[in-house]
DNA sequence: TATTGATTTGAACGCTTGTTCAGTTAAACC
DNA sequence: GGTTTAACTGAACAAGCGTTCAAATCAATA
């Protein structure tokens, strides 16, 4: 058995998903030909099949580790003494996150059509899990008494659009720096949901 | 001169700018062919070159036309009375307007990148033009002393954000009526801003 | 009815697509 | 140094791409 340590798998494996993240964010899944992912990496488009089964997986294995992230670093999040305080680690979580990932976030919004049925299906699991987590504070909020909130569902789409947004426009060299920007959404969040 | 009226291009052309519009924004200009969009109308492919010089305009003029919509109806409406009357009114034509052209607003917000710089650049104004609107409504509630907004810039991205966002979710045949969920909204955003 | 010209067809152009695979290369083991 | 085999190449496949254009079609005018 020769070279079962050493292989350039180790190293092309990454480069292949790198690659094709940062193409698909910047010209969209459709128009990413598997040959400009080669390229990219510096390898022929055959030698791309050794790494994904083809060109579907590479955008659902992209999306999925995305979230997949995002959950579990949320989950990592210590609890919070109140719905207030949930609320408030909740918008900087999800800023911060987001900001830090722009890519991952641009396809994770724009390739969902282009993801099989069952594959959409999947990842959009996962976002109702992401969101059910917001929803759920807010809730608390309202049994708390310090939120008013006609509709949860409603607010959580709201607070999650509103956050999200941060990424059509931030930029890490402009003139507000990311804790700037925290603090100017979580006073707007905060402020629209507190009774 | 024979035909110069009745003829078929008074038909044909508006259902090739409606196929193009329904399947764009279905399944993404990339991934729409002139072929399906001709298969739609019931043409050949190159019957279309009789109403769009190539596959590019066919987007931009989607794109324009919309944003030139937006612009018009906005422009229409009566003046407000103070900022927070502004805002109102701001916040339930945006979520009016937008609600009735799903089509449209997904092709504009998913499919900039397809454009041309030039194409770009030129709906990239009328979008800032209209997002001036929102932030000189912000302003004017800051001198009225009816807003405390630290950045209006950030305020305008965090409100747009917000209220685009109800296309991604609002469904007309949903639990919600438009005009409960205009309530909702115009309750949060109202919240987020007021002093 | 004959003519006119807008409208559409259908084929063709060169190029790109995702994917497969026999054959070549080269690194790590014995 | 010879063997093994993972990694990669390069060509091929059938299909589809945007666009062009000579020829055919056909409705309205004269």
């Known amino acids: 058995m020769a070279r079962t340590q050493g292989s350039h798998s180790d190293i092309t494996g990454p480069r292949v998903r790198d690659a094709a993240l940062r193409l698909i964010a910047q010209h969209g899944y459709a128009a990413v030909s598997m040959r400009k992912i080669a390229a990219e990496v510096g390898v022929q488009a055959g030698a791309l099949y050794n790494y994904t089964p083809d060109k579907q997986s ?4 992209i999306m999925q580790a995305h979230m997949q992230d995002l959950l579990t670093a949320r989950a990592s999040l210590p609890d919070a003494a109140d719905a207030v305080r949930a609320l408030e680690q909740f918008t900087r979580f999800h800023i ?4 830090r990932r722009p890519a991952e976030v641009f396809i994770a919004y724009m390739e969902l059509r282009n993801l ?12 109702r899990t992401y969101e059910g987590q917001l929803e759920a504070i807010l809730r608390r909020g309202v049994e708390e008494g310090v939120f008013r909130v006609a509709e949860p569902k409603v607010a959580t789409m709201a607070v999650i659009a509103m956050l999200t947004g941060v990424n ?3 930029r890490e060299e402009g003139r507000l720096s990311l804790d700037a920007v925290e603090e100017i959404y979580w006073d707007m969040v905060r402020r629209s949901v507190t009774a």
Do not use: D, G, Q
Not at 96 to 99: A, D, L, P, Y
């Open 58 to 61: 590479l955008l659902f294995e």
């Open 96 to 99: 911060r996150f987001h900001s």
């Open 116 to 127: 099989t049925p069952e594959n959409f299906a999947r990842i959009e699991e996962m976002r």
């Open 168 to 170: 059509t426009w931030f």
